[in-house]
Structure formats: C-alpha cells, structure tokens
C-alpha cells in the first residue's frame, strides 16, 4: 500500500469544527474518522487544517514534528524570540559558506514548532512593494499576483489591533490599507524605544534623504515609519496561535491515478513499529522541512 513516510513525528494536533486538542502520544489521540490529515503544522499547514474545518462536516488531522508550542514562553513573549534560535525549536539549519562573508556560514532559523517559523520569528509584518506583486503579475501573466488584486487575501489575513500600551496611533498608520476582521493579529508596537522620537526627527530635518512614511504597509515600503508587528496584545500572533489555536484546538488506486492518503509515521514517545493513518479524503504535505518518500 502507497504510503508517506515522515520522520520523527512527535506531536499530533485532532482538529474538528466543533472541538480540537493538542495531543503529543498517539494513545491519546481520538478514535475518529480523518477526511483530511495535513502533513506539517506549520505557517501553511495551520491556514490549511483553519480554511478546512470551516465546513463543520469535515475533521482534520495536523501532524508536526516538533513540539507544542503552548507554554513555550520564548515563543510568546516578543522579545525573547531570539532565545529560540539553536534550540529544540529550531531546525538549526545553516547557509552554505558565503564568499562574501570571507567562507562563513550563517545560521538559518526555521522553527521546529507548532506554527512552523511564525512560532519563533522576529514577528515584523512586512507586506513588500506594490511594484514587486505587479511585476509578478506581469511575468506569470497571471493578473491575480497584481498588487491590487491580491489585498482582499491580506485583508483577510490580517486583524489590526491596538498596541499593548493602547497610545494614541492617529498619524502612525494608514487605517485604509489595513484589515479590521482577519485572522492574524497585527499591531504597532507597544514600548516606546527612547529612540524612537530622535529617529523621527530625522524625517523632518532630512526629509529628501529620509522621507516620512505613514505607512510602509501600504505597496510604497520606501522611507521612515513606524514598525508593524504580528503581535497581539503583547504576545506572539502565529500561525499555531491564530489559525489552530481557536479550533481548541486505504490508499486507492484509480485506472493509472494513484490516490495517496496513508501517512506512516513513528512516535518517539513510544518506540516501535510504525503506525498508519488514513484520509478519506485527501492528504496534504504542506512542510518542505519533514523528509519524505512514497
């Protein structure tokens, strides 16, 4: 029987329209029917398991690899992000030797977590430039990379709220570039750096050089502004926390079409044969990090 072979799989998320856990042994995850099991809880997976479970006659299934992130402290509190690096939360992957950096290699973070990568990012929320999306456009020949066309998607993505500190943000950004009712939380932020006055000044006395930018959010990213972030009241907003979080969260062949919709997997927490669970829908590989084979 076809079958996908994932290494390491250690923690398994049960989500369904009406309920959801976290679970980390195979023993205790429910006795259900899957119609689909998303291979990777990471950014996408996440998004993926969300836009799924909307139908409330579906239940998904979320494998990932690396551990929970719920009560991962570095993971929610923003300023320790930097503490996940090298850890059991990251794949601790690094660059190829770079030449212009005289042959040293450069770690390169990519989170080992529920929520992937958005569980131990910097969190800066940075949307890109208008000109980039409509030159996608323009080369795909694909008129739904354009800029304009592909906010209602980041729209519905994004959740604006209000800083930590709750201060006044009149001037800080432009309301009408952003999204009120998404999903993922994104904010200014909310502890003033003493800087941060000096910084702005400098749009005033060198505005040619350092032009003031209401918003760099809004296709034009040239120029000084203030910082948005995919923080939400002072904690991490990730995919784990925003998407999943709330939802607490036999193979077939066909003519010459094979349907694959087993996954074989090991549980570290108790070492022995592989185990095999079946969709009877679909399954879906959505973590390019977790080796497999079919």
């Known amino acids: ?107 390169y973070p990519r989170g080992h977590i529920l929520g992937g990568s958005s569980s131990i990012n910097g969190m800066f929320y940075t949307r890109g430039s208008s000109s980039d999306f409509d030159r996608f456009a323009a080369v795909t020949q694909d008129p739904g990379w354009s800029w304009n066309n592909i906010q209602p998607y980041i729209r519905k993505n994004e959740r604006w709220t209000t800083p930590a500190d709750h201060h006044n943000t009149q001037g800080q950004f432009d309301p009408s570039v952003h999204g009120f009712n998404g999903i993922n939380a994104v904010s200014l932020s ?25 918003d760099t959010n809004s296709g034009n990213p040239l120029g000084l502004g203030w910082l948005q972030t995919t923080i939400d009241h002072g904690k991490r907003s990730s995919s784990a926390t925003s998407y999943l979080g709330p939802r607490v969260l036999q193979t077939k062949s066909n003519g010459h079409t094979i349907a694959i919709r087993a996954v074989e997997f090991t549980d570290v927490n108790r070492p022995g044969p592989r185990m095999t669970l079946t969709a009877s829908k679909e399954l879906l590989q959505v973590q390019s990090a977790l080796l497999i084979s079919s």
């Open 1 to 107: 029987m076809p079958s996908l072979h994932i290494v390491a799989c250690v923690l398994l998320a049960g989500v369904t329209s009406s309920s959801a856990a976290i679970y980390d042994r195979f023993e205790s995850l429910p006795g259900v029917k899957y119609d689909f099991i998303v291979i990777g809880g990471g950014t996408a997976g996440n998004v993926v398991a969300n836009r799924l479970t909307e139908d409330p006659r579906v239940n998904v299934l979320v494998f990932e690899s690396g551990p929970s992130n719920e009560g991962v402290l570095d993971s929610i509190v923003p300023f320790f992000a930097t503490s996940l690096e090298n850890t059991a939360y990251d794949w601790n992957f690094t660059t190829t030797p770079q030449r212009g950096l005289s042959g040293r290699s450069l770690a």
């Open 190 to 214: 909310g502890f003033p750096q003493p800087t941060d006055p000096r910084v702005m000044q400098t749009t005033v006395q060198l505005s040619q050089e350092f032009p003031f930018n209401q």
